[in-house]
Protein backbone atom coordinates (compact mmCIF):
# COMPACT_ATOMS: atom_id res chain seq x y z
CA UNK A 1 0.00 0.00 0.00
CA UNK A 2 1.08 3.65 -0.93
CA UNK A 3 0.10 7.06 0.55
CA UNK A 4 1.09 10.64 -0.24
CA UNK A 5 2.94 12.21 2.64
CA UNK A 6 4.24 15.39 0.81
CA UNK A 7 5.09 16.97 -2.12
CA UNK A 8 5.62 13.91 -3.99
CA UNK A 9 6.68 12.21 -1.29
CA UNK A 10 4.89 8.58 -1.05
CA UNK A 11 5.08 5.72 1.82
CA UNK A 12 4.72 2.71 0.78
CA UNK A 13 3.88 0.42 4.11
CA UNK A 14 4.29 -3.03 4.55
CA UNK A 15 2.60 -4.34 7.92
CA UNK A 16 2.47 -7.50 9.57
CA UNK A 17 0.61 -8.92 12.11
CA UNK A 18 2.20 -9.78 15.69
CA UNK A 19 -0.15 -12.25 17.92
CA UNK A 20 3.18 -12.81 19.92
CA UNK A 21 2.68 -8.96 21.15
CA UNK A 22 -1.11 -9.68 21.54
CA UNK A 23 -0.53 -12.30 23.96
CA UNK A 24 1.97 -10.15 26.01
CA UNK A 25 -1.05 -7.15 25.97
CA UNK A 26 -3.65 -9.12 26.87
CA UNK A 27 -1.48 -10.83 30.31
CA UNK A 28 -0.88 -7.09 31.12
CA UNK A 29 -2.80 -5.82 34.09
CA UNK A 30 -2.76 -2.23 33.05
CA UNK A 31 -3.38 -1.82 29.28
CA UNK A 32 -2.38 1.43 27.08
CA UNK A 33 -5.28 3.90 25.86
CA UNK A 34 -4.09 3.45 22.56
CA UNK A 35 -4.35 -0.42 22.25
CA UNK A 36 -7.39 -1.98 21.27
CA UNK A 37 -8.41 -5.63 22.60
CA UNK A 38 -10.83 -6.58 19.99
CA UNK A 39 -8.01 -5.81 17.10
CA UNK A 40 -4.41 -6.98 16.31
CA UNK A 41 -1.34 -5.03 16.58
CA UNK A 42 0.83 -4.54 13.52
CA UNK A 43 4.32 -3.66 12.83
CA UNK A 44 5.37 -2.24 9.76
CA UNK A 45 8.26 -1.54 7.39
CA UNK A 46 7.84 1.64 5.45
CA UNK A 47 10.12 2.39 2.23
CA UNK A 48 9.80 6.24 0.94
CA UNK A 49 9.50 7.37 -3.17
CA UNK A 50 11.00 11.10 -3.54
CA UNK A 51 9.48 11.78 -6.78
CA UNK A 52 10.90 15.00 -8.58
CA UNK A 53 11.49 14.94 -12.29
CA UNK A 54 13.81 11.80 -11.29
CA UNK A 55 12.98 8.96 -8.53
CA UNK A 56 14.92 7.92 -5.11
CA UNK A 57 13.34 5.32 -3.00
CA UNK A 58 14.65 4.94 0.53
CA UNK A 59 14.74 1.84 1.82
CA UNK A 60 12.70 -1.39 0.55
CA UNK A 61 10.75 -2.85 2.94
CA UNK A 62 11.58 -6.70 3.56
CA UNK A 63 11.62 -9.57 1.23
CA UNK A 64 8.04 -10.58 2.24
CA UNK A 65 6.59 -7.68 0.53
CA UNK A 66 8.40 -7.81 -2.17
CA UNK A 67 6.01 -8.01 -4.65
CA UNK A 68 4.13 -4.95 -3.52
CA UNK A 69 6.78 -3.02 -3.58
CA UNK A 70 7.51 -3.96 -7.09
CA UNK A 71 3.77 -3.44 -7.83
CA UNK A 72 3.38 -0.07 -6.16
CA UNK A 73 6.72 1.39 -7.25
CA UNK A 74 5.37 0.52 -11.24
CA UNK A 75 2.62 2.19 -10.24
CA UNK A 76 4.44 5.25 -9.01
CA UNK A 77 6.88 5.59 -11.32
CA UNK A 78 5.41 4.56 -14.35
CA UNK A 79 7.46 3.95 -17.37
CA UNK A 80 9.95 6.85 -16.23
CA UNK A 81 11.43 4.21 -14.21
CA UNK A 82 13.64 5.01 -10.29
CA UNK A 83 16.67 6.59 -10.64
CA UNK A 84 18.28 5.68 -7.12
CA UNK A 85 17.72 3.34 -4.27
CA UNK A 86 18.87 4.16 -0.66
CA UNK A 87 19.15 1.72 1.79
CA UNK A 88 19.32 2.88 5.14
CA UNK A 89 21.20 0.59 6.45
CA UNK A 90 21.97 -4.08 6.03
CA UNK A 91 18.88 -4.90 7.45
CA UNK A 92 16.34 -7.15 5.54
CA UNK A 93 13.43 -4.63 6.48
CA UNK A 94 15.63 -1.51 4.91
CA UNK A 95 17.97 -3.27 2.33
CA UNK A 96 16.42 -6.84 1.89
CA UNK A 97 14.85 -6.38 -1.76
CA UNK A 98 17.41 -4.34 -2.95
CA UNK A 99 18.66 -6.60 -5.50
CA UNK A 100 15.57 -7.11 -6.72
CA UNK A 101 14.97 -3.50 -7.38
CA UNK A 102 17.93 -3.19 -8.97
CA UNK A 103 17.06 -6.28 -11.38
CA UNK A 104 14.03 -4.64 -11.61
CA UNK A 105 15.49 -0.98 -12.52
CA UNK A 106 18.80 -1.88 -13.96
CA UNK A 107 19.67 2.05 -14.71
CA UNK A 108 18.69 2.73 -10.72
CA UNK A 109 21.99 3.34 -8.84
CA UNK A 110 22.30 2.33 -5.79
CA UNK A 111 23.48 4.85 -2.94
CA UNK A 112 24.71 3.58 0.40
CA UNK A 113 26.18 5.04 3.55
CA UNK A 114 30.10 5.60 3.14
CA UNK A 115 30.27 4.58 6.92
CA UNK A 116 31.06 0.96 8.30
CA UNK A 117 31.69 -1.87 6.09
CA UNK A 118 30.10 -2.57 3.24
CA UNK A 119 27.73 -5.51 3.21
CA UNK A 120 27.59 -7.98 0.28
CA UNK A 121 24.79 -9.59 1.45
CA UNK A 122 22.65 -6.50 0.10
CA UNK A 123 24.85 -5.43 -2.90
CA UNK A 124 25.56 -2.57 -0.56
CA UNK A 125 29.43 -2.52 -1.29
CA UNK A 126 28.77 -1.78 -5.18
CA UNK A 127 26.97 1.59 -4.87
CA UNK A 128 27.98 4.98 -4.74
CA UNK A 129 29.21 5.90 -1.37
CA UNK A 130 27.29 8.59 0.30
CA UNK A 131 28.18 11.33 3.27
CA UNK A 132 26.88 13.61 5.32
CA UNK A 133 26.32 16.47 3.89
CA UNK A 134 26.07 15.10 0.32
CA UNK A 135 22.68 16.06 -1.73
CA UNK A 136 20.95 14.73 -4.93
CA UNK A 137 18.99 17.06 -7.03
CA UNK A 138 15.81 15.07 -7.89
CA UNK A 139 14.66 17.81 -10.19
CA UNK A 140 12.38 20.38 -8.38
CA UNK A 141 12.87 18.11 -4.80
CA UNK A 142 16.68 18.19 -3.16
CA UNK A 143 17.53 15.01 -0.80
CA UNK A 144 20.49 15.54 1.69
CA UNK A 145 22.07 12.80 3.85
CA UNK A 146 22.47 13.58 7.10
CA UNK A 147 23.90 11.72 9.72
CA UNK A 148 21.92 8.75 11.53
CA UNK A 149 21.84 10.82 15.52
CA UNK A 150 20.42 7.28 16.21
CA UNK A 151 22.07 4.28 14.26
CA UNK A 152 21.10 0.62 14.85
CA UNK A 153 24.32 0.01 13.38
CA UNK A 154 27.46 1.56 12.17
CA UNK A 155 26.81 1.04 8.13
CA UNK A 156 23.84 3.51 8.40
CA UNK A 157 22.76 7.00 6.91
CA UNK A 158 19.66 9.45 7.28
CA UNK A 159 17.99 11.89 4.82
CA UNK A 160 16.21 14.55 4.76
CA UNK A 161 14.09 16.35 1.46
CA UNK A 162 14.49 19.87 2.09
CA UNK A 163 11.35 21.36 0.51
CA UNK A 164 8.88 19.28 2.51
CA UNK A 165 11.01 19.21 5.80
CA UNK A 166 11.14 15.92 5.84
CA UNK A 167 12.95 13.56 7.75
CA UNK A 168 13.63 10.41 7.13
CA UNK A 169 14.62 8.53 10.47
CA UNK A 170 14.95 4.66 10.02
CA UNK A 171 14.47 2.93 13.18
CA UNK A 172 13.97 6.10 15.51
CA UNK A 173 10.65 7.31 16.71
CA UNK A 174 9.09 3.89 15.52
CA UNK A 175 5.95 2.86 16.88
CA UNK A 176 2.89 0.22 16.92
CA UNK A 177 -0.14 0.58 15.17
CA UNK A 178 -3.47 -1.51 15.50
CA UNK A 179 -5.33 -2.95 12.60
CA UNK A 180 -7.61 -0.42 10.69
CA UNK A 181 -4.93 1.70 11.23
CA UNK A 182 -2.40 1.17 8.41
CA UNK A 183 -1.02 3.71 6.33
CA UNK A 184 -2.57 6.31 8.67
CA UNK A 185 -0.98 9.57 9.71
CA UNK A 186 -0.32 10.15 13.51
CA UNK A 187 -3.30 13.36 13.56
CA UNK A 188 -5.63 10.95 12.16
CA UNK A 189 -5.45 8.25 14.77
CA UNK A 190 -8.49 8.44 17.90
CA UNK A 191 -5.81 8.50 20.14
CA UNK A 192 -2.23 10.18 18.73
CA UNK A 193 1.47 9.01 19.22
CA UNK A 194 2.28 8.79 22.82
CA UNK A 195 5.56 8.00 24.53
CA UNK A 196 4.15 5.07 25.97
CA UNK A 197 3.57 4.07 22.21
CA UNK A 198 6.95 4.46 20.88
CA UNK A 199 8.73 3.01 23.33
CA UNK A 200 6.79 -0.50 22.39
CA UNK A 201 8.94 0.00 19.20
CA UNK A 202 11.56 2.15 20.11
CA UNK A 203 13.01 -0.47 23.42
CA UNK A 204 12.75 -3.68 20.63
CA UNK A 205 14.75 -1.75 17.87
CA UNK A 206 17.33 0.05 19.86
CA UNK A 207 17.80 -2.25 22.95
CA UNK A 208 20.93 0.10 23.42
CA UNK A 209 19.35 2.47 24.73
CA UNK A 210 19.11 0.50 28.12
CA UNK A 211 23.24 1.62 28.24
CA UNK A 212 23.03 5.11 27.34
CA UNK A 213 23.80 8.43 29.32
CA UNK A 214 20.25 9.81 28.46
CA UNK A 215 21.75 13.55 28.93
CA UNK A 216 23.99 12.66 25.89
CA UNK A 217 21.13 11.51 23.88
CA UNK A 218 18.70 14.28 25.01
CA UNK A 219 21.70 16.57 23.86
CA UNK A 220 21.41 14.42 20.45
CA UNK A 221 17.62 15.20 20.15
CA UNK A 222 17.98 19.07 20.77
CA UNK A 223 21.10 19.27 17.99
CA UNK A 224 18.63 16.94 15.39
CA UNK A 225 15.55 19.33 15.91
CA UNK A 226 18.15 22.42 15.92
CA UNK A 227 20.10 21.33 12.68
CA UNK A 228 17.37 20.43 10.68
CA UNK A 229 13.91 21.66 12.18
CA UNK A 230 12.08 18.75 10.49
CA UNK A 231 8.15 19.07 9.43
CA UNK A 232 7.25 15.55 9.17
CA UNK A 233 8.91 12.41 10.60
CA UNK A 234 9.27 9.35 8.58
CA UNK A 235 10.43 6.57 9.97
CA UNK A 236 11.03 2.91 8.69
CA UNK A 237 8.90 1.34 11.17
CA UNK A 238 6.12 3.76 12.50
CA UNK A 239 3.67 6.06 12.24
CA UNK A 240 4.18 9.27 9.72
CA UNK A 241 4.32 12.51 11.71
CA UNK A 242 3.20 15.19 9.84
CA UNK A 243 2.25 17.60 12.25
CA UNK A 244 4.27 19.28 15.16
CA UNK A 245 7.39 17.08 14.16
CA UNK A 246 9.49 18.96 16.43
CA UNK A 247 7.23 18.29 19.57
CA UNK A 248 7.59 14.81 18.99
CA UNK A 249 10.93 14.98 18.71
CA UNK A 250 11.30 15.96 22.38
CA UNK A 251 8.57 13.51 22.91
CA UNK A 252 11.39 10.83 22.30
CA UNK A 253 13.38 12.45 25.77
CA UNK A 254 10.79 11.42 27.75
CA UNK A 255 10.74 7.82 25.90
CA UNK A 256 14.77 7.21 26.65
CA UNK A 257 13.37 9.05 30.36
CA UNK A 258 11.30 5.78 30.68
CA UNK A 259 13.70 3.25 29.36
CA UNK A 260 16.57 4.44 31.58
CA UNK A 261 15.09 5.22 34.53
CA UNK A 262 12.00 3.06 34.91
CA UNK A 263 13.27 -0.08 34.07
CA UNK A 264 10.86 -0.61 31.42
CA UNK A 265 12.65 -2.33 28.45
CA UNK A 266 12.99 -4.97 30.77
CA UNK A 267 9.69 -5.80 30.71
CA UNK A 268 9.10 -6.08 26.52
CA UNK A 269 9.53 -8.97 24.89
Same mark, same amino acid.
Given at each position: ??????????????????????????????????????????????????????????????????????????????????????????????????????????????????????????????????? $???????????????????????????????????????????????????????????????????????????????????????????????????????????????????????????? $??????????????
Amino acid at each position: MARRIGPEIYQIQQCIDKPVMDEEFHNRDELPTWYDPDRSIHVCNNAYLVNGERTLLYDTVSPGARDLLLAELDDLVGADGLDYVVPSHPEAPHAGNTNAILREYPDAELLSSAYGRGEELYYLDRGRKVE $VGDTVDLGGLVVEFVEAAFPDTAFHIWMKERESGALFTADWMGSLHMDGECLKFNDELDVPVTAERIIEMQARALRWLQYCDPEAVYRAIDELIEDHDPQILAPAHGVVIREDAVAHLELSKTV $VEMITTGGRLAELK
